[in-house]
């Protein structure tokens, strides 16, 4: 169990599969209380009973559409409602769409922004004040590498992940005097579901397992005291810039 985060309460946005089910089970076995928001209800479902089943900590799951302002309203509501707070914030939630700007629609420009941006803006919007309330909180986000870093045949995925980070870099400015924080994490190639429908030739055996990914999730939210991190970036040994 980790000191800094058992008695914490962590809302996990995007925990149905990937990497915030990952960092799920591993804030889970901190002995943080958990709130599990996703749109897929079977999936949370899932989670649930396999973190209850392995581990002692209270669990809260709410199916959720963070780009609905309505929906996130209630995810925060239930959430103070069960816990009375929430002292971390992770946004794993994401939509991959990765093709020449020539061949991307402007439904998929208009979906990327709704995911990656609009819906981190419409969290922020509910917990930050929460935070600032308290005096505290952390906001973890993972812009990935595409957020820092162009790559071809990724105009639009770029666009929508510039903006995320562009966004709470800023926010950081704006709250830091109310103790609330920020870590951005700037993972490189994840081997997830993001990648079944993706039509670009990459090596999937090469990338960062999800575990790993969670790791650096589970390293960025243990931070106390003074410390925070701001940015980190973790590539894999095959991609190093």
């Not at 700007?101 to 990656?116: D, P, Q, Y």
């Not at 790993?212 to 960025?220: D, E, H, S, T």
């Amino acid at each position: 169990m980790s000191v800094a985060l058992a008695e914490k309460v962590l809302l996990i946005v995007g925990a149905g599969r990937g990497i915030g089910r990952a960092s799920a089970l591993l804030f889970a076995e901190a002995g943080a209380s958990l709130v599990l928001a996703s749109r897929n209800e079977r999936e949370l479902a899932e989670l649930e009973f396999e973190i209850e089943r392995r581990h002692q900590t209270p669990v809260l799951s709410v199916p959720t559409d963070a780009t609905d302002a309505s929906s996130v309203e209630r995810l925060v509501a239930e959430s103070v409602e069960r816990f009375g707070r929430v002292d971390t914030l992770v946004y794993t939630a994401g939509e991959g769409v990765l093709k020449s700007f020539a061949e991307t629609t402007e439904e998929e420009f208009e979906r990327l922004l709704s995911v990656n941006v609009r819906g981190a803006f419409l969290l922020c919007k509910a917990i930050v004040p929460l935070m600032e309330r308290q005096r505290g909180g952390h906001v973890i986000a993972l812009p990935g590498i595409l957020g820092r870093a162009p790559m071809a045949q990724a105009a639009a995925y770029c666009a929508s992940k510039y903006a995320l980070t562009g966004m709470l870099k800023s926010l950081a400015l704006e709250t830091k005097r109310a103790g609330v924080r920020f870590s951005l994490l700037h993972l490189g190639g994840v081997d997830t579901s993001f990648w079944d429908q993706i039509t670009l030739r990459v090596q999937r055996e090469k990338m960062l397992t999800v575990e790993a990914a969670a790791r650096a999730v589970l390293f960025a939210a243990s931070q106390e005291g003074e410390g925070v991190v701001g940015e980190l970036v973790l590539q894999p040994e095959s991609h190093q810039l």
